[in-house]
Nanobody, 119 residues
Framework: QVQLVESGGGLVQAGGSLRLSCAFSGGIFNRYKMSWFRQAPGKEREVVAITWIDGGTYYSASVKGRFIISRDNAKNTLYLQMDSLKSEDTAVYYC?????????????WGQGTQVTVSS
């Protein structure tokens, strides 16, 4: 059974940076499409970034140019480098994994890590 554990969240001032990590276990990591989602208070969960097994990536318009998604297949770990953080980036961030390529196809989820950006 695939398990995902996020870490790296915290409190940061606007303009600062954080790097989130997602440790993957229970499967063959390099076969999975990996995604980052976030959910702010009172809002629906939204996709932030995706990395497919062929190296392709996707970023939401709100984070493009500020966030970078990457993966280390040797360490079974997914990352999200977040720079130039804004107060609107405050949310619980989740990683997700799936063998299926669709953006909305996500079969395994982590427990989430809180990111709070103070203005």
């Amino acid at each position: 059974q695939v398990q995902l554990v996020e870490s790296g969240g915290g409190l940061v001032q606007a303009g600062g940076s954080l790097r989130l990590s997602c440790a993957f276990s229970g499967g063959i990591f390099n076969r999975y499409k990996m995604s980052w989602f976030r959910q702010a208070p009172g809002k629906e969960r939204e996709v932030v970034a995706i990395t497919w097994i062929d190296g392709g990536t996707y970023y939401s318009a709100s984070v493009k140019g500020r966030f970078i998604i990457s993966r280390d297949n040797a360490k079974n770990t997914l990352y999200l480098q977040m720079d130039s953080l804004k107060s609107e980036d405050t949310a619980v961030y989740y990683c997700a994994a799936s063998l299926r390529p669709g953006v909305s196809e996500n079969d395994y989820w982590g427990q989430g890590t809180q990111v709070t950006v103070s203005s």
